[in-house]
């Protein structure tokens, strides 16, 4: 195995592009390096990317948003005032991956590219409206996250491309997400089923809304029926139950170790009600 | 305590001194399996088999042979033939024969100079596999039509026309069934399931041996038994017992799933191929949920007559159940006899069948069978309860067994303590806090008959009067301070005074392993009696330097007092003053005792559990636990609680989420602790413990043995919480959220 350690994106992409065998790239490595362990990867390749300028680094943008860099662990999201106030729903699906050992290397860009369907990360990314900066052989380019998961294990990234940054837009006004996951246990487990919402209100009416879902299909579902079931109301009864419809009609769930499809296809409903009020009360500035 | 010290009058038992291992392992000094290292020193990684079932082909060992670093492989062929029996059970588990049983079942082994180094050559062996068909459920193992695992594992006892997967059958009882069936005012009957979980030690198995050419070899060990090691790895390496010594390291848990043999006679036989370089063997835990362990699977019918006011008539159970592809596995002799146990009810058919299964060789796990017949018995008597709404607690008390009546599996109980566990638990506080919506209360007994076994014990007087106590039963449990405590008091010298220590296979006789709750109670006995023979020596050489009769001589506080009318004034003479000048005096002063320890004493206990139930989700969270049990006496009462939590905890994850889970493949799906749902930290409570003190009349100080029956009342005390909740009565373990959901939506309808 070779082991490097570019000090900028563009080499890094180069040593990828140029890599014959199987590649892995490294940030926080709580899943490569578990992998490589368990003899599940055998890396031809394996490129370090935290000896580049900045990849720790999270900084505010001119118009509100945030660029996070791609070796940022979620101890230090869970320590930012300014991305908790923003994006609470962002933050706290981090901060349920792993314990808090993991917590101090675990990373978004990696939880993204590892491509499990049940990264507790990535349904918040998603709803928020997050993109990604990749760098690759012919420069870079922002896409949204939900592009980047193509099934369990893989990404639309091609040969020679990486995620250089995690790109948050502005809050803006009246605006609340929030991301449940359901495990059997209280931590230590993998999402069953996720979901993040996030919206924003005129009033009490909601007039934007995102709704994610987690570990119901090969990757992350972004369910537009879900958001326009929310879209128009005041989360009322009604508009609840239309939202539970749509999440449970968006989910396509297999029966696993971990959960059956029924009982995913049921909870992704109650996730969805239950993330959806969250988001609706962080939006009118209540609760946490 | 000071309570304890009223209650009992003893000045050191009853109190919670420092373990004395304590020190060494929050500072990482304890060693343990895997800490021992030697020079030249080779690492060893196994080959296992990815099928439920199949014949090998061939195993080609080539490629790791040429790899450099590799110094020997083994494989099934290297060992001896000719074995029978449960010999050949070890050495069918050690490595495949002609057919893997088990997906993980060890194929190959190979040492290498480092661990990278075997691994790599792990992947090197080729081996070739005709996959035959396979069955992992114990119903579908004994169904018409099912795959025959192994052919004529029937024994004399297994009624003609069963499955030939079935290896034995049992069968007893007492009084007249059907009359007392006929006396009942309702008759219930039900089948209850439940899963194979593992005993889920923190410390996977890992030892490091080394064999000469000669056949003389050396081993240290994570173990619960080195006797058991030493005798089972002799029998499959062919070897003589007396030319393996075994030392135990310390042991990160065991549960009863280290009173066997996995790795050991492979890195001994690579040893002896290897030159006699000693090998290190260490598991990961995915090795360990698959091929080590777990408990047996489950399916029981019971049926039970009870009359309006909670008297039960009669009662009738059928268990069937795997412990894997090996027969006497599974634990039907247990799981039987403790059914009934807390109970005194004047009908009872007992019967039972062993099933094999395509499945891992089971190991002992906390009280054998016990949580299992509980959660099928004790599960119908609260169905019973809420259909007549009845008191758990009072119908209980007035079936439950007392002093002197006939044990449903014989014998006749001397003093035991159930009807005290019921009374204590009806009178705490929880039983009292009013539920909310979605909860549920739960409330079960459960048995466990405590083990003596042979034991061996040497005490020796140190030249400044400490006490050093030499045992061959390994700590899992706290059994090192509580002996200390013991042979202290009995000594009339200081707890920080006696040093108790786990000795190798060289130093006693023959010792079972650490198992059955009895390392307290008959290492205990043992030592309580050399430190009486050791006594009777120093108040003979204390009579010797008076020149009186040593009848004359009594001992107390730790010292030689002249007694009786004619004994003369002399000055008390300490242990230290006799240790002191002992080499002129006679020579080394120490005692032994070795038995095969008699006068067990069984330990009931009750547990009351409150839960709440997500009914959007079928999520159970545990609100408030108590644990009540007869210890006897407790020694260390801090250990006591600690054995009493952690079969609540272990009993807890069995009820909730741990389960085998098994692919259409035949391969275990959840070899990891991600998956395999062992309760964390955060999803409990604390655990409330009462001890419940009914001296046992069989030991010097009424120790009972407390490691065991903490885990049987928990799957049935649970389920019947949960049904408390939901409405739903669920009657097949883990209670997962999924099965949980469905049956909350089915019983709405």
Known sequence: MRYHKPTSFTDASAIAAAAPGTLRFLAGGTDVLVQMRAGMVQPDDLIDLKHIPDVGEIRQTA???????????????????????????????????????????????????????AADSVPGMIAAGAR?????????????????????????????????????????????????????????????????????????????????????????????????????????????QALTSAAEAGAKPISDKRGTAEFRTEVVGVLARRAAKIAYDRAKGQGK | MAKDELKSGYKLIGTRPNRPDGLDKVTGRARYGADFSLPGMLHAAVVRSPHAHARIKNIDVSKALALDGVKAVVTRADLPTGLSGEDLNLQDNTLAGDRVLYDGHAVAAVAATSALLAKDAARL?????????????????????????????ADYSVPEGMHPNVARYMAFGHGDLEAGLAAADIVREHTYKTEATHQGYIEPHACVGQMGEDGRGEMWVCTQGHWYIRRMCAAVLGIEAANLRVTPSEIGGGFGGKTTIFIEPLALALSKKAGG????????????????????????????????????????????????AFVGMSPIGEALPCAFACYDIPALKHEAVEVIANRPKAAAYRAPGSPMAAFAVESLVDEMCRELGLDPIEVRLKNGAKNGSRSSYGPDYTVIGLQETLEAAKAHPNYKVPLGPNQGRGVASGFWFNHGGETSVSLAVGEDGTATVSIGTPDIGGSRASIGLMVAEFLGIPYENVRVSVVETGALGVNEPTHGSRATFASGKAAVEAARQAVAEMCRRAAADWGIDPDAVEWKDGAAHPAGPNAGKFPPMSIGEIGAKMGSTGGPISGHHEVTAEGVGASFGTHVVDVEVDPETGRTTVLRYLVVQDAGTAIHPAYVEGQYQGGAVQGIGWALNEEYVYGADGRLQNPVFLDYRVPVASDLPMIDTVIVEVPNPGHPYGVRGVGETGITPPLPAIAAAVAGATGARIRSLPLSPPKVLAAIKAAKG
């Open chain 1, 132 to 240: 990604v900066e990749v760098t690759g052989p012919k420069g870079s380019r922002e896409i949204a996250v939900e592009q980047i998961p193509a099934g369990p294990g893989k990404t639309n990234l091609t040969k020679g491309e990486l995620i250089s940054a995690i790109l948050l837009p502005p809050r803006g006004k009246n605006g609340g997400d929030a991301y449940l996951r359901f495990i059997p246990r209280t931590e230590m487990d993998i999402a069953v089923v996720g979901c993040a919402v996030n919206l924003r209100l005129d009033v009490d009416k909601i007039i934007e809304a995102r709704v994610a879902l987690g570990a119901v299909a090969p990757t992350v579902i972004l369910s537009e029926a879900a958001a326009r079931a929310i879209i128009g109301t005041t989360l009322d009864a009604s508009a609840l």
């Open chain 1, 63 to 117: 118009d509100g948003g945030w660029r996070i860099g791609i070796a940022v662990p979620g101890v230090v999201l869970g320590a930012h005032e300014g991305l908790k106030r923003d994006w609470p729903g962002v933050v706290e699906g981090m901060n349920l991956v792993g314990s808090t050992q993991v917590q101090g290397r675990a990373t978004l860009a990696g939880n993204l590219c590892n491509g499990s369907p």
């Open chain 2, 125 to 153: 062996i080729a081996v070739e596999y005709e996959i035959l068909p396979h069955v992992t459920d114990v119903d579908a193992a004994m169904a018409p039509g099912a795959p025959v695992i192994r052919e004529g594992v």
């Open chain 2, 277 to 324: 370089r000693p090998v290190k063997l260490v598991m990961t835990r995915s090795e360990v949920l698959r091929a080590t362990g777990p408990t047996a699977s489950a399916s029981m019918d019971v049926k039970l007559g009870m009359k309006r006011d909670g008297t039960i008539t009669a009662g009738q159970v059928f268990f069937r159940m795997q412990g894997g």
